[in-house]
């Protein structure tokens, strides 16, 4: 996309957005909402509490119940890393390694490239 449709994309969003807030704006639900939350702050303010006292106040189970989700919740655990075997052309030696911290993968990189190394590898299991 050219940098004169982007920016004419973008005006238009703009446009969009303004639209959509200047009828959200005049929405008598938003407003009921929006001055219960400025009375609900000043009074917290006002009895110098936070939103967590006020959640603990209304719902003394909702700790209990947060805590109790976030540990059964089950670990994303991690995908276990395939075994790669490389066969040097040059010597006839074989590795076998799941990752690229083997000592003489290292040297064998260093010497040929990492790209000509990679290309003498083949996936096992």
Same mark, same amino acid.
């Given at each position: ?25 005049? %929405? %008598? ?23 967590? %006292? *006020?959640?603990?106040?209304? %719902? ?22 395939? *075994? ?9 030696? *074989?590795?076998? +390694? ?5 000592? +003489?993968?290292?040297? !064998? ?6 790209? +000509? *190394?990679?290309? !003498? ?5």
């Amino acid at each position: 996309m050219s940098l004169i449709n982007e920016y004419r994309a973008t005006e238009e969003a703009i446009k969009e957005l303004q639209e959509r807030l200047k009828n959200m704006s005049q %929405d %008598d639900k938003l407003q009921k909402e929006l001055e219960f939350e400025g009375k609900l702050r000043e009074l917290m303010g006002q009895y110098q509490k936070s939103l967590r %006292d *006020v959640i603990a106040l209304l %719902d003394p189970e909702a700790k209990n119940t947060r805590t109790n989700r976030t540990a059964k919740a089950p670990a994303p655990s991690k995908r276990a890393r395939r *075994v790669k075997q490389y066969k040097n052309p040059h010597s006839g030696e *074989v590795i076998e +390694t799941k990752g690229g911290n083997h000592k +003489t993968l290292k040297e !064998w990189k260093a010497k040929w490239g990492a790209d +000509t *190394v990679e290309g !003498w590898s083949t996936l096992l299991g």
